[in-house]
């Protein structure tokens, strides 16, 4: 459901997108998990499938959505269209977005080249992504830190003749696993002189340069995600030429702002469409079944669950359609309490409709036959990754306070200007 009239591309994109995702996308998720094999197996395979649905994705058009109109690049759209798109891909969490070149960290590198990259950066780096020739994967959170807070990040990146020497290990570094993982954006300390703020860069680093060694894959409650994985990574004396710098010394929390934004809201659009295909198997699965002489459907705890959750799901689908409005109207930086409330809210509330649907299912709910008790994994761990639930809510109450202050200044303020006119 969309509160804003959709364009006739749009809802043409948006049937589209639909018809392959369930026609072809979910289909193709067990011939997906079977050809990735077992073992080392995993981080050595791209399943066949996959390459061929990205050629069928590109000749229907569904290619890119993600960047926006502001970008050359892009497939034209706001980021409220794209909300109601990026929904429909969340359907097969780990078909469709890849399929449609528009998965993570590939779409927030992609919008870090498309927005801050040097021409050279761009020619070497932001056109392979865009083609689907390779992925990428951006290197920020550290096991020896509490990496919420940026500022603790403590790998160095050190300025040597005509270029940088990088040092310091990383953890959780989704998509370093990929066999075609052939980019990390490294997030480090350049000047530990300079301001708060001031002191982080972020550099381009190939994945095959010397001193890069991928540690081991981490497992998301015993899931690898595999061949993406999320992963701990060394940078030991890591040379990269000066030109690998984005931006500019100093300016790695002005990056990673551009970035996180949109992602934040990326992450909880595809959260929705898993949500939506909870709720679809509950129904199905409650109607197919008999217990104590009726149809699960009919024990009024069942749609106590199914009523909850639709509830549940178009409140949160306000939240972020709102933030995706709002980023187009009035930018990021300007939306960034919206774009909080929907990361804490999307989660949570994806969560609880999960474990109603999981609940629904008894034993089943929780194997392989069904994708919830991976879906759930995933999204448990959404309520920690790009900040979790406590750094935001700290950030909305902040923003709260601050606004009703302002409105009690002006309030006051108008107040004190009509007694002096008396």
């Not at 030109?243 to 595809?270: A, D, K, S, T, W």
């Not at 999960?354 to 879906?375: K, S, Y």
């Amino acid at each position: 459901m969309s509160l804003v009239q959709l364009s006739p591309r749009v809802e043409e994109l948006k049937q589209l997108l639909t018809d392959f995702v369930y026609n072809e996308c979910i289909p193709a998720e067990s011939e997906y998990r079977k050809a990735l094999g077992e073992g080392a197996q995993r981080w050595q395979t791209v399943p066949p499938v996959m390459e061929r649905l990205k050629k069928r994705a590109r000749a229907l058009g569904l290619w890119n959505l993600f960047l926006t109109k502001e970008y050359k690049e892009g497939a034209g759209l706001t980021n409220y269209e794209y909300a109601v798109l990026c929904e429909i891909m969340g359907h097969s969490p780990n078909i469709a977005p890849e399929a449609c070149n528009c998965s993570a960290p590939d779409t927030g590198n992609m919008e870090v080249f498309a927005k801050y990259g040097s021409a050279a950066q761009k020619k070497r780096w932001l056109e392979p992504l865009l083609n689907g020739e390779i992925r990428s994967a951006f290197a920020m959170t550290e096991p020896a830190v509490a990496s919420s807070d940026a500022t603790n990040i403590c790998t160095r990146i050190e300025r040597q003749s005509k270029g940088y020497i990088v040092n310091g290990r990383k953890w959780w570094i989704s998509g370093a696993g990929h066999p075609k993982c052939a980019v990390f954006l490294a997030m480090g300390k350049t000047d530990l002189g300079a301001s708060k703020y001031g002191q982080q860069s972020i550099v381009v680093v190939p994945a095959n340069a010397p001193g890069v060694t991928v540690v081991r894959p981490l497992t998301v409650f015993g899931y690898d995600d595999a061949p993406h994985g999320h992963c701990e990574v060394v940078f030991s004396n890591v040379w990269v030429p000066a030109e690998n710098l984005i931006l500019g010394e100093g300016r790695g929390f002005e990056v990673i702002q551009g970035r996180l934004g949109p992602g934040r809201i990326h992450h909880c659009m595809r959260s929705l469409g898993m949500a939506e295909r909870a709720v679809e198997l509950m129904v199905d699965r409650v109607q197919s079944r008999v217990t104590f002489g009726r149809k699960i459907a009919e024990h009024g705890v069942i749609l106590d669950y199914i009523a909850k959750s639709r509830m549940e799901l178009e409140s949160a689908r306000m939240l972020v359609l709102r933030a995706a409005d709002m980023i187009d109207k009035v930018g990021a930086k300007s939306a960034k309490k919206e774009i909080a409330m929907a990361k804490v809210v999307v989660p949570s509330a994806v969560l609880t409709i999960l474990d109603r649907a999981i609940q629904t299912f008894g034993a089943g709910g929780v194997g392989q036959d069904t994708p919830l008790a991976e879906f759930w994994a995933g999204m448990r761990t959404l309520r920690i990754a790009d900040g979790p639930d406590e750094v935001h809510t700290r950030q909305i109450a902040q923003l709260e306070i601050k606004e009703q202050n302002a409105k009690l200044a002006a309030r006051k303020h108008k107040v004190a200007a009509s007694h002096a006119k008396l």
